[in-house]
């Protein structure tokens, strides 16, 4: 079986409320580097991170983050 | 002037790998002080290492100090407030606590595998008595516990600056 991989639309939905990536870091509590890490598929965030975002961006889970 | 968050959180990421390339340097240095020890042998070619190690060492604490200052200079006077969300943000990070665990899991490994080596470098080391008449004090294990921190210490912050970098 191979390896499942996280996709996400995080970049789109920043984009389009005109934030940057240190931006949307500052509203969610993390640095930049972690918003880039999700953005280019090297990171996993944690749950809290997941709802965090989701909140911060005001769109549901499922449509931030699909397997 | 006040910097905003997102200039705050670089400001102290900045500071804190500054920080740690700093700690590395101090390490090299200690390093090489303790392999012209370790080394030192009979005696031929260590007096010759152990000069070179010397000779500029009043000015190592200046240079220390010089290396601090100017690492200072990163923070442009933002202080450490526990409760500033900067810090706390920088602190919390997922991505970074991410890459201290994986910097750990390496350090690990390469702690692991060093002992090998250092264990075929040091085991030819006489002992030396501390006084005459008392114990015998074994310097191959000394050497081996030190440079096993020593190489501990330095892989950990290297694979940390590493798996951290952007």
Known sequence: MGEETLKTTLKVHRARLDLTQAD??????????????IETGRMVPSVILVLKLSK???????DLFSL | MDASLPERTEIFIRYIRGSLYLSL????VATAALA????????????????????PFPLLPVLM???VALNMRQLKGQRFRREDPALRAVLEDEQRREAFHRAFRAAFVTTLVAQFPLGALFTWRPGIRL?????????????????TLVVGLVSLIGFFLFFDRD
């Open chain 1, 56 to 62: 911060v961006l005001g769109v549901p889970v499922e």
């Open chain 2, 131 to 147: 006084a005459p008449g008392g114990d015998l004090l074994l310097l191959g294990p000394v050497f081996m516990g030190a440079f």
């Open chain 1, 24 to 37: 949307l870091a500052a509203m969610a509590g993390v640095t930049r580097k972690s918003i880039n890490a």
């Open chain 2, 65 to 67: 100090a010089a290396g």
């Open chain 2, 36 to 55: 012209a020890l370790a080394l030192d042998g009979d005696g031929t070619w260590a007096p010759a290492v152990t000069r070179f190690l010397v000779t």
């Open chain 2, 25 to 28: 340097a101090c390490l090299a």
